[in-house]
């Protein structure tokens, strides 16, 4: 069965820290691997995309891994900021068709100062 | 560019009411979907239209129907309102419909059936 699991479900962290979100997988054949950013109230928004080839990808101070051998992901916040409190979606592709996107439950980030 | 627009933001529906929800593009994007979004679980793909003309079955379609307007405009119908179709409903747009298109989202309905 394809799914997409994440950890923690929930966060607290201060201001300034770092932290790491957890995505692991089972969907297979995979196609891509993206993180997205869902504020309170609004839609979800792209972070990073990873494809099989990619183990690392940066988008201003969040770093996403994958690991396409063990199914693993993970998503490093650094130096965090009030904005970072959100959910954050880890979403697995298929390789083929267009109904093919597999949606992880999401990880609550709250920052507190 | 306003991207996805979604319309009404909040409502409330007693049961076996029936209404529609609106859902616009403007990045000139052939394919949109709508989803929905409950507590504890991932987002659930309800319908999509991979381009203008077609519609297909999501994971969920039980209870909705949709329509692809134009090649702007997608709207999701409840017909007869559930208390499980409670819920907030997002609608997306790509460019197309493969695996490597980034969807955009809009700013999602929240959907309360009493």
């Known amino acids: 069965k394809n799914q997409v699991e994440q950890s923690p479900q929930s966060l607290i962290i201060l201001e300034g820290k770092n932290c790491t979100l957890q995505c692991n997988y089972t969907v297979s054949p995979f196609s891509n691997l993206r993180w997205y950013k869902q504020d309170t109230g609004r839609g979800p928004v792209s972070l990073t995309i990873?494809?099989?080839?990619?183990n690392t990808k940066s988008n201003g101070r969040y770093t996403a891994t994958l690991d396409a051998d063990t199914k693993q992901s993970s998503l490093h916040i650094t130096a965090s900021q009030l904005s970072d409190s959100a959910s954050y979606i880890c979403?697995?592709?298929?390789?083929?068709?267009?109904?093919?996107?597999?949606f992880g439950t999401g990880t609550r980030l709250t920052v507190i100062p | 560019n306003a991207g996805v627009t979604q319309t009404p933001k909040f409502q409330v529906l007693k049961t076996g009411q029936s209404m529609t929800l609106q859902c616009a593009q403007d990045m000139n994007h052939n394919s949109m979907y709508w989803y929905r979004q409950d507590p504890g679980m991932g987002l659930r793909l309800i319908y999509y239209?991979?381009?203008?003309?077609?519609?297909d079955k999501g994971e969920v379609p039980n209870g909705y129907n949709v329509s692809r307007l134009n090649k702007r405009e997608f709207s999701l119908r409840l017909e007869s309102a559930a208390p499980s179709q409670t819920s907030v409903y997002f609608c997306?747009?790509?460019?197309?419909?493969?695996?490597?298109?980034?969807?955009?989202f809009g700013p999602g309905t929240r959907l309360t059936v009493t």
């Open positions: 239209s991979a381009s203008e003309g077609t519609t």
């Open positions: 990873m494809t099989f080839s990619e």
């Open positions: 979403v697995v592709s298929y390789q083929t068709g267009a109904n093919n996107l597999f």
């Open positions: 997306a747009s790509s460019e197309g419909a493969g695996a490597f298109y980034e969807q955009y």
